[in-house]
C-alpha cells in the first residue's frame, strides 16, 4: 500500500477512535485505544496503537503510563519530548480538576527550580 493509503486508513482510523469516544466516552474505548487517542495528538503523522500498547506493557498499567515521569516516558521508543509532555500533564490536571488546587510538587523546593 502507498504511504498516501496508510495515511488516510490511519486518519480515518484516528477519526473514528474519536467519534466512538465523543458517543460512549471512555467506557467504550480500551486502556490502550485511550492512550492512543491521547498520543495522536502529539504524533500526529504516526500510527499510535502499537506505541500506547507498548507504554502500557512497559508501565503496567494506564494510570502506571500517567504516572510516569518524562525522562521514563521518553526512554519507549517513540516517545519524544512533545508526546512526555502531553501524558505528563494529565495527572497534575486530573488532581487539579479533582481538588480544585494545583497539586504539590517537592522539586519546586530544590535550588534547580527556584
Known amino acids: 500500500?502507498?504511504?498516501?493509503?496508510?495515511?488516510?486508513d490511519m486518519e480515518g482510523h484516528r477519526a473514528r477512535?474519536?467519534?466512538r469516544y465523543r458517543a460512549v466516552g471512555d467506557a467504550g474505548?480500551?486502556?490502550h485505544e485511550l492512550l492512543e487517542l491521547l498520543l495522536t495528538h502529539?504524533?500526529?503523522r504516526r500510527d499510535t496503537k502499537e506505541l500506547a500498547k507498548r507504554l502500557l506493557t512497559r508501565f503496567g498499567s494506564l494510570s502506571g503510563v500517567l504516572e510516569a515521569d518524562a525522562e521514563s516516558l521518553e526512554q519507549v521508543d517513540g516517545i519524544g519530548p512533545a508526546a512526555a509532555t502531553?501524558?505528563?500533564?494529565?495527572r497534575p490536571l486530573s488532581?487539579?480538576?479533582?481538588?480544585?488546587?494545583?497539586p504539590f510538587d517537592r522539586?519546586?523546593?530544590e535550588p534547580l527550580y527556584l
Open 1 to 8: 500500500m502507498t504511504e498516501r493509503g496508510n495515511r488516510s
Open 17 to 19: 477512535l474519536r467519534a
Open 29 to 31: 474505548l480500551a486502556d
Open 42 to 44: 502529539a504524533i500526529p
Open 86 to 90: 502531553l501524558v505528563c500533564l494529565i
Open 95 to 102: 488532581i487539579h480538576l479533582v481538588t480544585g488546587k494545583k
Open 107 to 109: 522539586r519546586l523546593l
